[in-house]
């Protein structure tokens, strides 16, 4: 069996509508076609993938095609299952580029991505450039816990591109998938390889320059950031951030981990853990630091609002709302006892929908994400203590 080559758009949408009709057919929620690292001993383990152009919650005729053209070469979708992944090869290829023969001459640099990289690959193979086994077809059907290095990449992608929301993905168990390597450049190297021939790499002068050992790759192995977007030091974000335009990552202490990021121009001189969100117009000085759900939250993931300060070393464990300020060098988390006189309760209710009652002192977790608050350290006694902000905090657009 073939796809027979299809002649005009028409018959493009009836091929994908009948394909569609294949009992159990569910668009998947991601795909595309990745390139694996495998290990330099264990050819089958998978120590990377990467993505030309991934798909996610669009292109479903793109995908009807793959679904099909997989079928015709005797590799059958199983849509019940969380993930699926499939060996590219050749006949794959063809099988693709008929179905997409309405839209060949149409193809730019911008547009029909998808298309670009069924034909590029093909003419790789096609010359013997590369191995086709390097190459595979993912789908993931359901957001149930990654169980492949490649759907784990997927949602990584999908995370960094902007594709998902921070904190919308199933991620539990991925360390447990990912193997840990030596990252050289984006070139992952086992571990076991290099002790293995560390003797002979070393005396004929050819041990790799070893940036990082870890399981997951830096950001900009694998995205290409907004224009307006600076990382001053590649070591800082790791894949599987978000960094939205106008966000810039200063060197020294900042560091922005996977699932955490920005929703706008944002200045980052401190840590955004895991899970943690900082809004637009914020500034993370330098060695602030905004705890992640494994350190100190009580589980709870921590949003910064829009036009927040966080001074240089200061700690935050709670959410904090718009126009917050919190002082360099001191710690505002669930169980921190804070003071706040009663007029200055009265100005904080006024730019608040979730009204303060008049008490003596408050826990951090009961100003969570409370507008216009102002954290302060009396220098006397040590008390923390919070006031209506007073300042507006707004980042140099020139650098943003």
């Known amino acids: 069996m073939s796809i027979k080559k299809i002649k005009t758009k028409e018959e493009f949408k009836d091929f994908v509508k009948s394909t569609t009709k294949i009992k159990g057919y569910k668009n998947p929620i991601g795909f595309g076609i990745a390139r694996v690292d495998k290990g330099q001993l264990n050819r089958d383990k998978i120590l990377q993938a990467s993505f030309a152009f991934l798909n996610w919650n669009e292109n479903f005729g793109t995908a009807a095609v793959f679904i099909a053209a997989l079928n015709e070469c005797g590799k059958k979708v199983g849509f019940s299952k969380s993930e699926q992944i499939f060996e590219v090869d050749k006949r794959f290829l063809k099988q693709c580029i008929k179905a997409f023969n309405p839209f060949l001459d149409e193809v730019t640099e911008d547009n029909h991505k998808n298309i670009q990289v069924i034909e590029y690959l093909y003419s790789l193979i096609d010359r013997d450039e590369v191995d086709e086994s390097d190459y595979r077809v993912v789908f993931i059907f359901e957001d149930d816990a990654p169980k492949s290095v490649e759907c784990v990449y997927m949602k990584l992608y999908a995370l960094s591109l902007g594709k998902a ?99 706008g121009p944002v200045m980052v001189e401190g840590r955004i853990s895991s899970s943690a969100i900082v809004g637009s117009g914020s500034d993370v000085g330098g060695g602030a630091s905004i705890l992640g759900v494994l350190s100190g939250t009580d589980g709870n993931p921590v949003s910064i609002g829009e036009n927040t300060l966080l001074g240089a070393n200061s700690v935050t464990g709670i959410a904090l709302g718009d126009g917050c300020i919190v002082d360099a060098g001191i710690s505002i988390l669930e169980g921190t006892k804070i003071t706040i006189t009663e007029n200055e309760i009265n100005k904080i209710n006024d730019v608040n929908n979730k009204k303060l009652e ?20 009396d220098s006397t006694n040590g008390q923390i203590k919070a006031f209506k902000s007073k300042r507006e905090i707004k980042l140099n657009e020139d650098l943003h």
């Open 358 to 377: 008049v008490k003596d002192t408050y826990k951090g977790v009961e100003l969570s994400a409370l507008n216009g608050l102002h954290f302060r350290q």
């Open 165 to 263: 929301k921070l904190r919308s993905l199933n991620l539990n168990g991925a360390f447990g998938v990912l193997e840990n390597v030596a990252w050289s450049g984006n070139i992952p190297i086992e571990l076991d390889w290099l002790r293995a021939n560390e003797i002979a790499l070393k005396l004929e002068g050819e041990y790799p320059n070893i940036d990082s050992v870890d399981k997951f790759p830096r950001f900009l192995h694998h995205v290409i950031p907004a224009n307006n977007t600076r990382i001053l030091d590649s070591s800082k974000v790791r894949m599987g951030a978000q960094l939205s335009n106008g966000t810039t990552v200063m060197p020294g202490a900042s560091y922005i981990n996977f699932n955490a990021g920005t929703l």
